[in-house]
T-cell receptor
Framework: AQTVTQSQPEMSVQEAETVTLSCTYD???????LFWYKQPPSRQMILVIR??????QNATENRFSVNFQKAAKSFSLKISDSQLGDAAMYFC???????????FGTGTRLTIIP | DTAVSQTPKYLVTQMGNDKSIKCEQN?????MYWYKQDSKKFLKIMFS???????INETVPNRFSPKSPDKAHLNLHINSLELGDSAVYFC?????????????FGPGTRLLVL
């Protein structure tokens, strides 16, 4: 079974600085997708960024980028120029091709220090 | 325009009662999901429906019964509520025609069983 591990329950970063959230996963599949979702105090789950495993290029979305290391099964999220609005729980998630099931990690709570 | 909506947002009820949570999506997606987020923020899939047909049914007690009257709606009915059912329930939708099939989440329903 696929598992997703987020080893950092909590992280904090100074406003305007850069922070990296780690995520590792375990799978025997070769074709799959990885996602980072953000859950602010409002509770809404918001898609931050996604990566297709067959693409070697790391995905980027404005201040958010990933470091996807397929061989190491690692999918970290880098947030540049951290803003107060980035404070939230961040969940890493995995889905294999052809399977609707999305498997989540346990989340990392990110605090932004003004 | 709300993409995935859920009602109610909050639900407080007594043990033993029966309650329903409604979900609607206006994204034209053909697949809908129910997830449960426990008190430790862990998110786990419960059900998945594709074109009104049950695709995924994780080991969920049969007190939980999803119903999909059409592609845009997936309701969750819970019988004989127990204290352990207290959680946040998220509805999500996605398109199986989209290779990446990103799932978009509703705002969540916080259920408290007393």
């Amino acid at each position: 079974a696929q598992t997703v591990t987020q080893s950092q329950p909590e992280m904090s970063v100074q406003e305007a600085e850069t922070v990296t959230l780690s995520c590792t996963y375990d799978t025997s599949e070769s074709d799959y997708y990885l996602f980072w979702y953000k859950q602010p105090p409002s509770r809404q789950m918001i898609l931050v960024i996604r990566q297709e495993a067959y693409k070697q290029q790391n995905a980027t979305e404005n201040r958010f980028s990933v470091n996807f290391q397929k061989a190491a099964k690692s999918f970290s999220l880098k947030i540049s120029d951290s803003q107060l609005g980035d404070a939230a729980m961040y969940f890493c998630a995995y889905r294999s091709f052809g399977n609707e099931k999305l498997t989540f990690g346990t989340g990392t709570r990110l605090t932004i220090i003004p | 325009d709300t993409a995935v909506s859920q009602t109610p947002k909050y639900l407080v009820t007594q043990m033993g009662n029966d309650k329903s949570i409604k979900c609607e999506q206006n994204l034209g997606h053909d697949t809908m999901y129910w997830y449960k987020q426990d008190s430790k923020k862990f998110l786990k899939i419960m059900f998945s429906y594709n074109n009104k047909e049950l695709i995924i049914n994780e080991t969920v007690p049969n007190r939980f019964s999803p119903k999909s009257p059409d592609k845009a709606h997936l309701n969750l009915h819970i019988n004989s509520l127990e204290l352990g059912d207290s959680a946040v329930y998220f509805c999500a939708s996605g398109s199986s025609g989209d290779r990446v099939e990103t799932q978009y989440f509703g705002p969540g329903t916080r259920l408290l069983v007393l």
